[in-house]
């Protein structure tokens, strides 16, 4: 059982479980390939040196290749691959983190106020950040790159009255 079924209450259904948008995923790929390709020329051309000195250039080259690789491409890919966004008809979840995690939920009753913001390309692309206010102490929620933006914000203001109106329904005894 992984997340976010570990996380839900009895009875509470998942609505939406999705990730930032596939284009924070692109970078890292790109980054891989691209110091891929430059390392293999780069140890390509260095292995044909005559010099005593050539093998130690070579380890130089690998260990600093692979140090890029793991931090603009590995890493990177790691966090996007790891950030989770979860609404169910209870609440809102965001975790992110594999090894350090960090997680926020706010329960739909709590919602004060959605909002989101799209620039040009991030409406051509079909992103962009969704900011939920709550009325709790925590504050906000600030989900980065959401896919379907608008629909999601739609899901929310939902499943937010269906919320209310599941709790006004159980408050008058009915």
């Known amino acids: 059982m992984g997340y976010p079924d570990d996380q839900l209450a009895r009875g509470e259904v998942v609505k939406l479980h999705t990730r930032p948008h596939w284009k924070e995923g692109v970078g890292p790929v790109l980054w891989f390939v691209v110091f891929l390709a430059i390392g293999a020329i780069a140890i390509t051309f260095t292995a044909k040196i005559e010099e005593s000195w050539?093998?130690?250039?070579?380890?130089?080259?690998?260990?600093?290749?692979?140090?890029?690789?793991?931090?603009?491409?590995?890493?990177?890919?790691?966090?996007w691959r790891s950030t989770h966004y979860v609404i169910t008809d209870q609440r809102i979840m965001w975790r992110e983190g594999l090894v350090t995690r960090e997680s926020r939920h706010i329960p739909l009753a709590r919602v004060n106020t959605v909002s989101y913001t799209q620039n040009v390309w991030e409406r051509i692309f079909g992103f962009g950040d969704m900011n939920i206010d709550s009325a709790s102490d925590d504050g906000e929620i600030n989900l980065i790159d959401v896919p379907k933006v608008d629909k999601t914000k739609a899901l929310l203001y939902q499943l937010a009255e269906d919320d209310r109106s599941r709790r006004a329904g159980a408050g008058d005894g009915t």
Request: charged letters at 10%; zero cysteines.
């Open 54 to 79: 050539a093998l130690w250039l070579i380890l130089a080259e690998v260990v600093l290749f692979i140090a890029l690789l793991i931090w603009l491409s590995v890493l990177p890919w790691i966090r």
